[in-house]
C-alpha cells in the first residue's frame, strides 16, 4: 500500500509575517510539519510581534545565517516588494532551498522570478492562497486560514518536480486544496471574482465617505451594506500592489462591468419592470447554482 | 415614577406573512405584545405554512371578518402589491384600526396611501424595518430579526399621534430602534446605503454568470466574491418593486458611482500608484470610522 512520507521541513523562512506569512507557519507548526521558523519583516516591530506571538521561532534578515539550512523559502510581502526581496535573497540561498510566494497576481511574480532567480529556476515555485480577511499583520494570522481553502500553484517550465511536489505537501499539511494552473488563466480569473469586487467596494465606500450625511446615511444601513464592503477594509498597499500588478486583465474586467451598469441604468431609468426582474432572476439562481 | 404602559394588541392582522411580516408577528408573540395573529397572503400554500409554523394564528382573507376587531394591520407585501392591498382593505377596517406597512420606500407608498384612505389618514403610519436576511417566505421567519436593528417611521402631516405611537411601541416590542424621518430624506438615504448595493450585486453576479468558465472561476473565488454578493440572492420581485418604486434616486445614485469608476479606471489605466493606494486608504479609514 505504499509509504506515506510524513512532511517535515527543518527549517521555513517566512518572508512577511502578516496574515499569510504568519497563518502559514502556525498551519504548518500546528501540523508538526515543520522545525524552526525563521521571520523576515520591514518594520523591526511586526517582527517581534511575530515573535512574541509565537507566530515565527527566530527574527532573521538578509544574512547567510537566516537562511542557511532552509528547506523552503515563503515570500508572503505584497508583491511590489517582490522585486527587492528577490534580489535580496537571491545570493543568500543555498542550493538546495525551495522558493514559493503568496502573491495574488502571478504573471508579474514569474517575470520577477526570471530577472532574479535566473540561474535556478527549478527551485521557484510560483503561488497564491485564495484565502484572507481584511485583516493585516501577524496579529491576524491564525491556523485554520488555509483550512478547506483553495491554494493556486502556477509552476514555470523550469520549476522543478521535487520544489513543486514539496511545496504542494506544505500547502496541503495547511488544510488546503492545490491546484495547478497557467498563470495568466490565473490572472484573469483572479481579476474577475477578486480584484473587481474589492476595486468596486474601495470605490463605493469612497464615493460614500466623501458626502455630508455619510455618517447619518450610514447609520441607516443593514448587513447588505456591510457585508458588500467588508472588503473595503483590506489592506491598501497590498490592493495597490495587486491593482498595479494585474491591471489590464483588471481594467478589461472594469470595463465590461461598467458597460452592464449602462445597460442596467437604461433599463431602470424606462422603468423595465419585466427586464430588471428577469436579471435579478437570473442573478439569484445563478448565484445558488454557482455556490 | 411613572406607569410603564405594557402594549398589547388583541388582534394583529398581517398582510405578506414572508420575512418581514412573518419575524413581526413571531417578535410579538414572543414579546407577549399581542393575542391573535391573522394573517392574509395572495398564495394559499404560503399561509398554510405560515399558519402550520406558528407564524399566524388563523388564514384570512379581505373580508369583513378576517379586519374585525384589529387593532394594527401590518402590510408587509412587496411595494408594488400595495396599490391593489390598500385598495382591498380600506372598505374593510374599523374606524379604530391603525395601518402601517414595511415597505423599503416611502414617498411611493405614501401616495398610495393618499389615494386609498383619502377619509382616514390619521389611521396610516409609514414605516420601513431596515432588516432582512436575502431569504424569503415564512420558513425565513424568525422572532430576533429586528432586534437592535433600525426602523424608520416617515409619518404624514395627517397621521394621528396615537397611530403613531402605538406602531412605535410595536417594533420596540421586536427589540428595533425607531426613529422618525421625512419620506424624502429616507429615501434618498436608502438609494445610497441599500438599494444601489444590491443593484450593483445584480449586476455583477449576472455579468458574471454569463461566462462560459463561470463555474470553473467561481471555484477559485474567496469569501470576498461570496459576501459581496450575497445581496444578488435577495427577492427579485421585491428587488424589481424598489427599483422602480425609487428610481429617480437609485439612478442618481447609479450614475454616481459610474463616474467614479470612470475616475478610478483613469488611475488604473495610468497605473497612479500613489492616487490609488490613498484611495484604499481614504475607503479603509472611513469604513472603520463609519462602523
Known amino acids: 500500500l505504499g509509504t506515506l512520507r510524513t512532511l517535515h521541513i527543518e527549517r521555513l523562512v517566512v518572508i512577511g509575517t502578516g496574515l499569510i506569512g504568519g497563518s502559514f507557519a502556525l498551519a504548518l507548526k500546528r501540523a508538526a510539519a515543520v522545525g524552526e521558523v525563521v521571520g523576515i519583516s520591514r518594520k523591526p516591530e511586526t517582527l517581534e510581534q511575530a515573535r512574541r506571538l509565537g507566530v515565527i521561532d527566530r527574527a532573521g534578515g538578509y544574512d547567510q545565517a537566516s537562511f542557511a539550512g532552509a528547506q523552503l523559502v515563503l515570500v508572503a510581502t505584497p508583491v511590489g516588494q517582490m522585486d527587492d526581496v528577490f534580489r535580496a535573497i537571491s545570493p543568500l540561498l543555498p542550493r538546495e532551498t525551495v522558493v514559493t510566494d503568496g502573491g495574488s497576481t502571478k504573471q508579474d511574480v514569474i517575470a520577477l522570478a526570471n530577472r532574479h532567480f535566473a540561474g535556478s529556476l527549478e527551485r521557484f515555485v510560483p503561488g497564491h492562497p485564495v484565502a484572507g480577511t481584511e485583516k493585516s499583520g501577524p496579529e491576524a ?151
Open 141 to 291: 494570522a491564525f491556523p485554520e486560514l488555509f483550512q478547506d481553502r483553495r491554494v493556486v500553484l502556477t509552476p514555470m517550465a523550469q520549476t522543478g518536480k521535487a520544489a513543486q511536489a514539496l511545496v504542494r505537501a506544505a500547502w496541503e499539511a495547511c488544510g488546503a486544496r492545490v491546484s495547478d494552473m497557467a498563470a495568466e488563466e490565473h490572472d484573469a480569473i483572479l481579476a474577475a471574482v477578486s480584484h473587481l469586487p474589492h476595486l468596486l467596494a474601495f470605490a463605493l465606500v469612497d464615493e460614500f465617505a466623501q458626502r455630508p450625511n455619510a455618517e447619518r446615511a450610514f447609520s441607516f444601513s443593514g448587513g447588505g451594506f456591510r457585508d458588500f464592503t467588508r472588503i473595503a477594509s483590506s489592506s491598501p498597499e497590498m490592493w495597490r500592489d495587486i491593482f498595479l500588478s494585474n491591471r489590464h486583465a483588471v481594467s478589461a474586467e472594469l470595463q465590461r462591468y461598467r458597460d452592464k451598469l449602462a445597460v442596467v441604468q437604461k433599463l431602470l431609468d424606462a422603468g423595465a419592470a419585466e427586464e430588471l426582474e428577469a436579471l435579478f432572476e437570473r442573478s439569484r439562481s445563478a448565484r445558488a447554482r454557482l455556490l
